[in-house]
């Protein structure tokens, strides 16, 4: 069976199989463990309807902390079939699915107790953001794909055209100074476009702050902030070579928003094509995501300066 205490000794394994070093993965652990006790408490010690004492009958196969963690995060990161999963943790395909579920639930009230989460309520963005130590931002949308519906309605819905595949789409706010995912949306169907998720949600900025964006926002130009979009060339015509310049400085800073999206996209649950259905966790895995990578570049911060 996989484990934390045989994979600790092999570092290279542990961070390919988590995304996370040793230092990172023990660090997580503790917030990791009081999530899972207050998960406990309240779905299952609390019920009025249990027949016997929580924690009797048989023993679980994740018998400590260090397995419940390194399981969930082991699906993020690799996002293997259940099967396989059930192989690796000695267990069934059904209790791994039960597992997956309860344990993401545990693992997104970690990241919260943290502070690692993004914001998702518009109403609080600018509140959000005038905590940041820098005022420059950059908001970019991100797809991934999923499977094809089977509905034609959905499948229209879903299907965009820039991937030419059925995507699932947010938009996210990247903290320019620390690189961390500072707001991420609603999770949105691949055919709505960037602008309009921009729209329906309703962004405000604190005023006096830099925000960075692609031509997928054209006409979007938040209240009180300075916003830097690349000039699109002229039909016919060239671009001036002052407008040449300014689109090569406004891309070597955007590029950051790539290295913080490929950041959260080391979970291979939220780059690969996702296969679960359960409603809602198409959104949740997203959001684990973000508050994973804000964790890793958090820590790796702070160790730099």
Known sequence: MLSYQRLKHHPRVLRTFTGLDQTEFEKLLPHFAMAYHA???DQHVTKKSRKRRYGGGRKPRLAVMEDKLLFILFYFKVYPLQEVMAFLFDTSQGRVNEWIHQLSTVLKM???K?????ERDPKNLAQTLALCVSVDFIIDGTERRTQRPTDSTEQQEKYSGKKKAHTLKNNLIIDLEERLVRYRSRTFAGRIHDKRICDEEGYTFPPGCVLFKDTGFQGFEPEHVCTYQPKKKPRGQELSPSDKA?????????????????GVKRCRIVHDVFRNTKAQFDDLVMEIACGLHNFRATLRYAICE
């Open 110 to 112: 970690a990241l919260g």
């Open 246 to 262: 300014e689109n090569q400085m406004i891309a070597s800073i955007r590029i950051l928003v790539e290295h913080v999206i490929a």
């Open 114 to 118: 943290a502070q690692m989460l993004p």
């Open 39 to 41: 998960y406990v408490y």
